[in-house]
């Protein structure tokens, strides 16, 4: 019987974008977050978000060297993805975009009526991502 | 969809990981594969069936 092997080690390139779009996240969130108000959150979105970013993908990096079989999440963030990563992906995506939609409808809603939603943005940033990551690790329990 | 892959993979010796690197996909896929949790897309199901010698119509079972 063969020895299971992992399936190829991805290019520079694809690590790079992955880093690269997840610099871009981070930046966008504290972004927004700054635009509402809230430079004291923006600042901490940035430290930890980037913390946690090299954080993660040393991680899987060094997951990846130690065992053959690699865990879908560290498989999409260090590459390589297949098909149905990808697919876990985008779908995890899909999820966490219809959940921040209806908040952001409940949060216009609650605005229009008068209410103080000043801490909107930051509530919906903290619930797209836990949202993001609930998803992604019950869709790969799932399928 | 029911399939017949791991009949075909056990029938050839393999490994999920080793078919996942024949058919450059994860471990876990084939695994998915094999337990009816996921559809495989028509090119990779086509690159199973070419793999093992056979047609897609002998591998995968619509319901």
């Known amino acids: 019987m063969s020895t299971d092997t992992p399936t190829v080690k991805p290019g520079p390139r694809s690590v790079f974008w992955q880093v690269t779009a997840s610099v871009v996240v981070v930046a966008g969130l504290a972004t927004v977050v700054a635009h509402s108000g809230n430079t004291a959150m923006a600042a901490g979105i940035l430290t930890g978000g980037a913390l946690v970013v090299v954080a993660v993908l040393v991680a899987a990096r060094l997951y990846r060297r130690r065992r053959g079989d690699v865990p879908t999440g560290a498989r999409v963030l260090a590459g390589p993805v297949d098909e149905r990563d990808r697919r876990l992906v985008g779908r995890s995506w899909a999820i966490t975009g219809f959940v921040v939609t209806g908040g952001l409808v409940v949060a216009l809603l609650a605005k229009g009526m008068g209410a103080q939603v000043q801490e909107a943005p930051a509530v919906l940033l903290w619930v797209a991502l836990a949202t993001l990551v609930t998803s992604f690790l019950v869709l790969d329990r799932r399928s | ?63």
Do not use: W
């Not at chain 2, 009949?7 to 337990?35: D, F, K, M, P």
């Not at chain 2, 069936?49 to 319901?63: G, K, L, N, S």
């Open chain 2, 1 to 63: 969809m029911k399939n017949d892959v791991r009949t075909l993979r056990e029938a050839a010796g393999l490994s999920q990981a080793a078919l996942g690197a024949a058919l450059e996909v994860s471990r876990q896929t084939i695994n998915a594969i094999e337990t009816e949790k996921y559809d495989p897309s028509l090119p990779l199901a086509l690159r199973i069936a070419r793999y093992f010698h056979t047609q897609i119509e002998e591998i995968f079972h619509v319901d």
